[in-house]
């Protein structure tokens, strides 16, 4: 089967930066397929989001190659490629409606005028969960919960129809309840829509939970690459065996001695 997305030695290197934040990073993606990068705050797991994205800051040295055999040429950000950030407090505009930021990307990539624009992103946030979407729309983001403003995210993201949906840290932010229901919705549209998902994140038992593989991330170099259930069962990196270790299994109450 033909790879949506292939890398091959891929090093990224920051302005000024001392050291590369990936070095020499060689995966493919498959078309459909829910890949989890996982790994410890600067492990380059965002940068090798970005960088698949087209994302990475001006002046950034790339080397190696990034290539799109799953796709007629050269991918469009936010057309072809639908990024959520990890702080949708951020990455929304606080002076535009719900509405407009919504449609906003089906109307610059598919080309809708004004009102089906308005009435895509009615839909769109129907299709994210969201109650009231009519509502919703004509709402600002400090109207909305932090859960809401992610599941708004979403769907700006998915307003133009992407074939690949990147999700970076997307639930660090939120409490377990609402991060369970991202989760769940974020594979939901994988499935009924048809994209492939790039989820990033830090919590292995989360990427383990939804993932078809993993990919953990170290010092910007990819350590292990493999079917979730392998990877987690009988990891061959020393850093994947610490993120399993690191991990509390809030399901188990733990052993608590009596005092004697």
Do not use: C
Request: glycine share 8%.
């Amino acid at each position: 089967m033909t790879p949506l997305a292939s890398l091959a030695d891929l090093s990224v290197t920051y302005r000024r930066a001392p050291a590369p934040a990936l070095a020499g990073v060689t995966l493919h993606i498959e078309a459909g397929e829910i890949l989890a990068i996982i790994g410890e705050s600067g492990s380059g797991k965002s940068t090798l989001a970005r960088v698949i994205a087209g994302l990475l800051p001006e002046r950034t040295r790339v080397a190696g190659r990034l290539d799109w055999p799953g796709l007629e040429g050269v991918p469009r950000a936010g057309r072809d490629i639908g990024y959520v950030f990890q702080d949708p407090g951020s990455s929304l505009n606080p002076v535009l409606t719900i509405g407009e930021q919504v449609g906003e990307g089906a109307r610059r990539h598919l080309g809708l005028g004004r009102r089906a624009a308005d009435a895509e992103a009615i839909r769109l946030l129907a299709h994210v969960h969201l109650p009231e979407p009519e509502r919703l729309a004509r709402a600002y983001p400090h109207q909305l919960s932090g859960g809401q403003r992610q599941r708004v995210a979403i769907a700006a993201a998915i307003a133009a129809r992407p074939r690949l949906l990147i999700a970076d840290e997307v639930t660090s932010a939120l409490d377990v309840v609402v991060q369970a229901a991202i989760v769940d919705l974020l594979v939901e549209l994988v499935r009924v829509d048809g994209m492939t998902l790039v989820f990033v994140t830090h919590d292995l038992a989360l990427a383990s939970g939804i993932a078809d593989r993993i990919a953990v991330m170290a010092a910007g170099r990819l350590v292990e690459l493999g079917p979730a259930a392998e990877v987690v069962a009988s990891p061959k990196a020393a850093e994947t065996a610490a993120l399993i270790a690191a991990h509390i299994d809030l399901a188990t109450p733990p052993l608590i001695k009596e005092a004697s």
